[in-house]
């Protein structure tokens, strides 16, 4: 009799422990929602300063994934306008979207976690994903959020 209860805690552990697993692997079941895959863009910042903006996923394994990438470039002028020595620095950011730089990257990055120090949701109404989605709909030849420094 003692040995058919031992049988019966181990069959009972052994059905908690699948159906936890379950629950895990598919997200409580397919009920929770994953706010990393939403079809928000977000800006992800990262240790060494750089900026990248994108649909970001993935955010709970070692590596997330980020795709879609646009980033910000400083574009300052070789040379004053006037012939007077000015102080003034005159630079612009530009939106480049990720993909035509020298080493032909794809449109998908995998970003370690401990690089990134976090990520914000971006506004569907803020500069940069008004430039992200002109440059997508072929408004722009290029993305720009039209910031000047």
Not at 27 to 40: I, P, R
Not at 55 to 72: D, V, W
Not at 120 to 132: L, S
């Amino acid at each position: 009799m003692n040995q058919n209860k031992v049988l019966m805690y181990v069959l009972y552990a052994i059905l908690i422990i699948g159906i936890g697993y379950a629950a895990f692997a598919t997200k409580g079941f397919g009920l929770m929602k994953n706010s990393s895959t939403s079809s928000n863009w977000q800006a992800v910042f990262l240790t060494n300063g750089q900026v990248y903006f994108g649909k970001l996923s993935g955010t709970t394994g070692q590596y997330a994934t980020l795709k879609e990438i646009y980033y910000l470039q400083v574009q300052q002028q070789v040379q004053p306008s006037d012939s007077t020595t000015s102080t003034n620095n005159n630079s612009s950011l530009t939106l480049v979207k990720l993909g035509n730089e020298l080493h032909g990257p794809k449109d998908e990055m995998k970003i370690n976690r401990d690089q990134i120090i976090f990520w914000e949701n971006m506004k569907d109404d803020g500069k940069v994903v008004k430039a992200i989605n002109d440059y997508k709909s072929g408004k722009t030849p290029t993305p720009t959020p039209s910031a000047t420094n």
